[in-house]
């Protein structure tokens, strides 16, 4: 199944035309509203298992297998990727910013994690109800950590490999606009 969320150029008609299952809003909402889009109507549909795999290009299917594999042995009830202990040559910046996220949600939340926003995550329907993503935008991968961290299920990190290409790079979020996602994210924090 694959979410095109109100996209202008041609990820609509490929979506359409390979995905099983290819839902569309009808204006751009944001990656985390297109995810809860994807998890509702999975399970809707009595799926066991939800796996978020962003469509940026960075990440490989074989992480997500093994993270999906740990999650339907029993081994956690929520698999996330982590850069740092997968092969990515990770920016410096990025690098900086996402160890910078990690303590803050240490700090916030008590939640221990290496990579707090890595685009690849396995969930099992029970945490994928308790972790309802209410953040439309990019805001999302710190609202779901936090909810993480409150849903008391049992969370495991994996070694990912992250592909920095000049393509995924431009799909990515910019480093400048890490103040804007921690705004809203605060904002999200208190009138949630």
């Not at 549909?45 to 299917?61: K, L, P, S, T």
């Not at 969370?155 to 920095?164: A, N, R």
Request: net charge positive; aromatic share 6%; proline share 1%.
């Amino acid at each position: 199944m694959a979410v095109d969320d109100g996209s202008s150029d041609a990820s609509w008609d490929a979506i359409r035309k390979t995905a099983a299952h290819a839902l569309r809003h009808a204006v751009n909402r944001g990656q985390g509203a297109a995810l809860q889009t994807g998890t509702d109507f999975a399970l809707a549909r009595g799926a066991r298992r939800i796996a978020h795999f962003d469509a940026d290009g960075q990440h490989r299917v074989d992480d997500l297998v093994a993270m999906a594999l740990a999650v339907a042995n029993g081994d956690c009830d929520i698999a996330l990727g982590d850069r740092f202990a997968g092969n990515s040559r990770i920016p410096t910046m990025r690098a900086v910013l996402i160890r910078l996220a990690a303590f803050m949600h240490r700090v916030t939340s008590g939640i221990r994690l290496n990579d707090v926003h890595n685009g690849l995550r396995v969930l099992t329907d029970e945490a994928a109800r308790r972790c309802e993503l209410r953040s439309d935008r990019m805001a999302h991968a710190s609202e779901l950590i936090d909810l993480i961290a409150r849903s008391g299920m049992r969370v495991k990190q994996f070694p990912t490999t992250i592909e920095y290409t000049a393509y995924s790079m431009a799909k990515g979020q910019r480093a400048s606009a890490s103040a804007r996602i921690l705004l809203h994210y605060a904002v999200g924090r208190v009138f949630r």
